[in-house]
């Protein structure tokens, strides 16, 4: 079946973030005495949502209520910063100037906060995306295939008709229980032999390179 929908990641396949995040976490982790982290574990650490990177980069468990200021902390860090030093890929307008051109419905399905990722994607990708949306209280965090299933129902398309981009091990899971095919970005913040290990098939290792899985 012909695609329709072209649903793809936000960290580490459209957007580099991993700088501005590393620093927020890193100014987090000052601020409560801890050391900080290079930007290779955090670069290991994402992928799952802002809790898990906590969870990850802190050096032990805190207590329910220090790590829920240690939460807001960071958010209130990464809110403020979010726009420092994070920007497009090489080619990530261009692929969703290409697809739109075509005729394609585009989505972004985010680990990030819901209320951070829509003004992210408002700022670098203006008009080129029919949704932007993260996790939110009704549908879980990725590799939930819940995300998938709500953008698919807004934009009117089945599984059959949806590509999947995504560079971490939680975006093959999800492709894999959503049912959709699903293209690993080897440009993000994982490794080929990560991905392959999660059961990914398809590969690209620049954004137009999308353009050569539509219509398979």
């Not at 949806?162 to 994982?190: C, H, M, P």
Request: charged share 25%.
């Amino acid at each position: 079946m012909a695609t329709r929908a072209v649903i793809l990641d936000l960290d580490g396949t459209l957007l580099d973030t991993l700088e501005d995040i590393t620093d927020s976490v890193n100014r987090t982790l000052a601020r409560f005495g801890f050391p900080p982290r290079t930007i290779e574990e955090i670069r290991r650490f994402v992928g799952n949502g802002a809790v898990k990177l906590l969870e990850r980069a802190l050096p032990c468990v805190l207590p329910a209520d220090t790590f829920e200021a240690f939460y807001r902390a960071y958010d209130a860090d990464y809110t403020a910063h979010r726009e420092d030093k994070t920007r497009p890929y090489d080619g990530a307008v261009e692929l969703l100037q290409a697809l739109r051109e075509r005729g394609l419905s585009t989505a972004v399905l985010s680990n990030k906060q819901d209320n951070v990722v829509r003004p992210l994607c408002a700022h670098y990708f203006p008009g080129l995306l029919d949704i932007a949306t993260g996790p939110t209280a009704d549908r879980r965090t990725k590799p939930a295939p819940d995300g998938i299933y709500y953008i698919a129902d807004a934009l009117g398309v089945t599984a059959e008709e949806i590509l999947y981009v995504g560079d971490s091990e939680a975006d093959v899971q999800t492709g894999r229980n959503a049912g959709v095919k699903t293209v690993a970005a080897l440009w993000g913040f994982r490794d080929r032999e990560a991905l392959e290990s999660q059961g990914a098939v398809f590969f690209a290792k620049m954004p137009k390179e999308i353009l050569n899985f539509i219509d398979i």
